[in-house]
């Protein structure tokens, strides 16, 4: 449904991305009927340059309950698929084998051990299963592993999904639970009261107790209108994309995966290119191809197809910002960099939360307060 | 269904090469692409589709309609409209995907 | 490699360029995907010298065009070499060539990669023994090959009538012309004016008609709702005529729609684009020399706006012409003067574009078609699941990508992304200037991992004279 003129909700959601999108999902789902306000083509649109994973291994050193949040999210996505596909036919390709990041020296193994070994440690009682897999031993699980891969490490909780399927399916199971979508809707302004917020869209305007900034990389100019702060800057990521092959890469690794139309995504560069992704660097391109055929050298023989460069939406210290409005009770905002991942949080525990009126307790550690600490600091 | 014009085109301006097509020889003038071979060689298909299987032969012979993607000489999906006839060159159709060769690769 | 121009393309426009800027003093690189000059339309041209069912201006000034290109110093010409990436701003070509890839620095780059032929999506379309006319020209050129059996030629345009004669004169039997084009199409053409001063090309159109009628073509007029049948290759192709329906047994079918410019790496560097009514088609803006919205960046030939080869030729010497003033070569005088000649070599090549751009204007259903018409040929996904795509809100190309996949495939959108962004202006009741163009990436075309990985900055020797 889309509609027109004046209108007043239990909730609006501004943003139509991943993160919007699974949060109104769950919104409605919970009940409340909800506006999703979403841009047009000009948007900064990380979802669509998301690789795909559903990643828990290596989340949150330092922040167990970032760790904890991704693996509750990885618990949540099994029934967020199943939902999805019994409302709208959709699958999303949800698969949850276990992850592979593999390593290129002995030194890089042990590195990767301490890294884990400490996730365990700050994991506490809920536990950290992973394993450093050496190569003699990954030859079984994966086809044609390069010569120079030394080893691995797994964990169990890893697994992929399609981007684009599940961004189409929250915006599918959104309208069929009767949620107002309102795409090339630019918000204009926005009067904030507590628990009544006005959005202003051109000349007509929605109004809610509930308003909840997910616009990912446009949440740095709206959050100060609800008295929050969203300090965010864009991280430039590259992927290239082959052209389709016959299944024979069923383990998600942090570089190479396969799509269920059996392309193979290669990726997980790193830039600072602002707000451009438009232009593409082939050396970045190189480095990456490098990187996926030292990996699997089979990988040589495959055509690219088309490549792209997506902005992840990074805060100061790379974890999720999750705040609500002390002035403004009823306004939240949400950003983080894995939209796939924290699908299964945001529709089935954030969503929640929004709706019964307050974050709980243990989301205050991804308030943007944490920002201020460490420049008072 | 295409067929030469050996009085048009006499030798030895028009040197003929043999290339295989499905395993069957065919004899195409010199110059010509491997898509143009596969033409004049009467195969029903030069792949099939990997979306539906449909059965694709070359539409635009000028690269940009990729439905010409062929095996050449052991290396999948190249456009064979551009890929000039050479003797002895082995030309195979494809069925939907191609697979990745694992077991070749060191 | 470094070079004063690099010239992307080796068909007549980037052949009369790159003479033209060595004469100039400057220092070419041309490359091209092929393995010999020519393009598309002087295509093999060296290696067809004396079929005479291409004698005439194909040969001659084909010919002639190629030798002076091989002849001329101080071009660097890098056959079976494709673009994969440009860098406008500082100047840089990212090729591949011979299973690895290398850089060439240039100071200004022209793009001369010509047009392709208007996708033609209509039922039926992707079945074996269906091409473009093109494709059928190209086979006659590079292996002196014809169709056999029952051959339909489908669509409207000077092609049309051009393959016509050449099939007929090498032997084709049974050849039926289907000719699409609104009745009324040449009231309005003639009104275009242009007759007098582009008589030489329309004698010429007109003799290619009387030779088809004394060859014995079939021509059918006003044809519309083609559809090709047949199973797992064509055999029936099907019209209406006013209310009548028609069908004749078809075993090859050439369908042709008139040519566009290939903008696939204009857009792919985000230049201006200006969208053209009468022909449904996206041209890069330009300016007389052929410069573009980027400073480094210039455009020559079909490419920028059809016209033909002889207005490529010219577009080619004048944006030649431009490059050395720009590089400091000429200063505007002498541009200007050095110019003057091409220029009304061009004016008088492009005299009957406004006549003929009227007579063959594609009907609106090109950009639309049938819901059951495959639209994106490496995917199949249909007009009908564009439509759909389009009523749930996907208000552009770009969206519907993302939606359905249309796009996605190796062709990454030349043979479909117009009309989808047609079916979406058709539904959602907006100007394609509104609804937009897909925007490809680099790679421009496919090239292997392998490939992409093992750069070899040293493959590209130096400039030799």
């Given amino acids: 449904m889309i509609a027109t003129g004046h209108d007043t909700r239990d909730a609006i959601v501004i943003g139509g991305g991943l993160v919007g999108a699974a949060i109104a999902y769950g919104l409605q789902r919970q009940g409340l009927s909800t506006v999703m306000l979403d841009e047009g083509d000009v948007a900064h649109r990380a979802s669509r340059g998301n690789f795909g994973l559903v990643w828990v291994q290596s989340k949150g050193l330092g922040a167990p309950h970032y760790q904890h949040w991704t693996h509750a999210s990885a618990r949540a996505w099994p029934d967020l698929a199943a939902d999805l596909l019994a409302t709208t036919g959709i699958g999303v390709g949800l698969h949850q084998p276990g992850g592979l990041h593999f390593c290129f020296s002995d030194d890089e193994m042990a590195q990767r051990d301490a890294l884990?070994?400490?996730?365990?440690?700050?994991?506490?009682?809920?536990?950290?299963?992973?394993?450093?897999?050496?190569?003699?031993?990954?030859?079984?699980?994966?086809?044609?592993?390069?010569?120079?891969?030394?080893?691995?490490?797994?964990?169990?909780?890893?697994?992929?999904?399609?981007?684009?399927?599940?961004?189409?399916?929250?915006?599918?199971?959104?309208?069929?639970?009767?949620?107002?979508?309102?795409?090339?809707?630019?918000?204009?302004?926005?009067?904030?009261?507590?628990?009544?917020?006005?959005?202003?869209?051109?000349?007509?305007?929605?109004?809610?107790?509930?308003?909840?900034?997910?616009?990912?990389?446009?949440?740095?100019?709206?959050?100060?209108?609800?008295?929050?702060?969203?300090?965010?800057?864009?991280?430039?990521?590259?992927?290239?994309?082959?052209?389709?092959?016959?299944?024979?890469?069923?383990?998600?690794?942090?570089?190479?995966?396969?799509?269920?139309?059996?392309?193979?995504?290669?990726?997980?560069?790193?830039?600072?290119?602002?707000?451009?992704?438009?232009?593409?660097?082939?050396?970045?391109?190189?480095?990456?191809?490098?990187?996926?055929?030292?990996?699997?050298?089979?990988?040589?023989?495959?055509?690219?197809?088309?490549?792209?460069?997506?902005?992840?939406?990074?805060?100061?210290?790379?974890?999720?910002?999750?705040?609500?409005?002390?002035?403004?009770?009823?306004?939240?905002?949400?950003?983080?960099?894995?939209?796939?991942?924290?699908?299964?949080?945001?529709?089935?525990?954030?969503?929640?939360?929004?709706?019964?009126?307050?974050?709980?307790?243990?989301?205050?550690?991804?308030?943007?307060?944490?920002?201020?600490?460490?420049?008072?600091? | 269904m295409f067929r030469r014009r050996p009085e048009a085109r006499p030798a030895p301006r028009d040197r003929l090469v043999e290339v295989f097509v499905a395993g069957r020889s065919v004899r195409v003038p010199d110059g010509a692409s491997a898509a143009a071979a596969v033409l004049l060689s009467g195969a029903p298909a030069i792949r099939t589709t990997p979306v539906n299987g449909a059965p694709r032969l070359p539409y635009c012979m000028i690269g940009i309609c990729f439905d010409c993607l062929a095996e050449i000489d052991g290396v999948a999906n190249r456009q064979a409209c551009l890929v000039p006839v050479a003797p002895g060159m082995r030309i195979e159709p494809q069925a939907g995907a191609r697979a990745a060769r694992i077991e070749d690769a060191a | 490699m470094s070079c004063d121009l690099a010239i992307v393309g080796a068909g007549p426009a980037g052949m009369a360029a790159a003479i033209e800027a060595a004469a100039l003093g400057l220092s070419v690189a041309v490359l091209d995907e092929q393995p010999a000059p020519g393009g598309q339309v002087f295509r093999a041209v060296e290696a067809a010298a004396g079929d005479p069912a291409l004698a005439g201006e194909f040969l001659d000034a084909g010919g002639a065009l190629a030798d002076a290109f091989r002849a001329t110093k101080g071009i660097a010409y890098r056959p079976r070499t494709t673009l994969w990436h440009l860098d406008p701003d500082a100047g840089v070509l990212s090729v591949a060539s011979d299973g690895a890839t290398a850089e060439i620095e240039a100071r200004r780059v022209l793009l001369a990669t010509g047009a392709q032929e208007r996708p033609v999506p209509i039922p039926g379309w992707t079945l074996p023994g269906v091409m473009s006319a093109g494709a059928a020209q190209i086979l006659l050129k590079t292996a002196g090959a014809v169709p056999e059996g029952s051959v339909v030629i489908a669509g409207q345009g000077p092609l049309c009538w051009l393959l016509a004669v050449q099939l007929l004169r090498a032997g084709v039997e049974r050849l039926t012309l289907l000719e699409t084009g609104a009745g009324g199409a040449l009231r309005d053409a003639l009104r275009a004016g242009g007759l007098w001063t582009g008589r030489r090309l329309l004698a010429k159109g007109v003799a290619l008609m009387r030779e088809t009628r004394a060859r014995g073509l079939t021509v059918v007029r006003n044809v519309r709702d083609l559809r090709a049948e047949g199973d797992g290759r064509i055999s029936t192709m099907r019209w209406r005529q006013g209310e009548r329906e028609h069908a004749i047994a078809c075993d090859t079918l050439l369908l042709h729609e008139g040519v566009i410019p290939s903008t696939h790496i204009t857009r792919a560097l985000g230049l201006d684009h200006d969208w053209d009514e009468t022909q449904l088609c996206w041209r890069p803006r330009l300016d007389a020399w052929g410069a573009t919205s980027h400073p480094a960046v210039a455009v020559a030939g079909d490419g920028g706006g059809i016209g033909g080869w002889e207005a490529a030729a010219a577009g080619g010497r004048l944006a030649a012409i431009d490059a050395a003033h720009r590089l400091g070569r000429l200063d505007a005088a002498a541009r200007d003067a050095r110019a003057a000649d091409h220029r009304k070599t061009q004016r008088a090549a492009l005299a009957l574009r406004p006549f003929l751009d009227r007579l063959y204007r594609p009907g609106p259903g090109i950009l639309a078609p049938a819901d059951d018409t495959i639209v994106c040929r490496c995917e199949e996904i249909t007009a009908g699941q564009i439509r759909g795509a389009a009523r749930l809100g996907a208000a552009g190309p770009n969206q519907v990508k993302a939606f359905l996949r249309a796009g996605m495939g190796p062709c990454q959108g030349r043979m479909c992304g117009t009309v989808v962004a047609g079916l979406i202006a058709e539904t959602r009741g907006v100007s394609m200037e509104t609804v937009g163009a897909l925007r490809p990436r680099a790679p421009f075309k496919p090239m292997t991992v392998g490939e992409l990985a093992n750069a070899r900055p040293e493959a590209m020797p130096e400039l030799t004279a």
């Avoid at chain 1, 609500?324 to 939240?332: C, D, I, K, M, V």
């Fill in chain 1, 116 to 377: 884990m070994g400490q996730l365990r440690r700050e994991a506490g009682n809920a536990g950290y299963e992973y394993r450093m897999i050496p190569a003699a031993e990954l030859r079984d699980m994966v086809p044609g592993l390069g010569p120079q891969v030394v080893g691995a490490s797994w964990t169990p909780y890893d697994g992929h999904a399609s981007p684009l399927h599940l961004l189409r399916a929250l915006h599918a199971a959104f309208q069929d639970l009767g949620g107002l979508y309102r795409p090339n809707a630019k918000v204009t302004a926005i009067q904030a009261a507590p628990r009544d917020f006005t959005v202003a869209i051109g000349s007509e305007a929605v109004r809610a107790p509930r308003l909840v900034l997910a616009s990912g990389l446009g949440n740095a100019d709206l959050a100060p209108l609800v008295g929050l702060s969203a300090p965010l800057r864009p991280e430039r990521g590259q992927i290239l994309v082959t052209e389709r092959t016959r299944q024979v890469l069923d383990l998600p690794t942090h570089v190479v995966r396969q799509t269920e139309e059996g392309s193979l995504l290669l990726g997980d560069s790193k830039e600072d290119m602002g707000f451009d992704t438009l232009t593409q660097t082939p050396a970045i391109m190189r480095a990456i191809a490098h990187k996926a055929v030292r990996t699997f050298p089979w990988i040589a023989e495959l055509n690219i197809v088309r490549a792209w460069a997506a902005l992840r939406v990074m805060s100061p210290d790379g974890k999720p910002i999750y705040d609500e409005s002390e002035r403004y009770p009823g306004a939240t905002i949400a950003n983080c960099h894995s939209g796939v991942t924290l699908a299964g949080a945001h529709a089935g525990l954030l969503a929640p939360m929004i709706a019964a009126g307050a974050l709980a307790p243990e989301m205050s550690p991804f308030s943007a307060r944490r920002f201020d600490v460490q420049k008072a600091a």
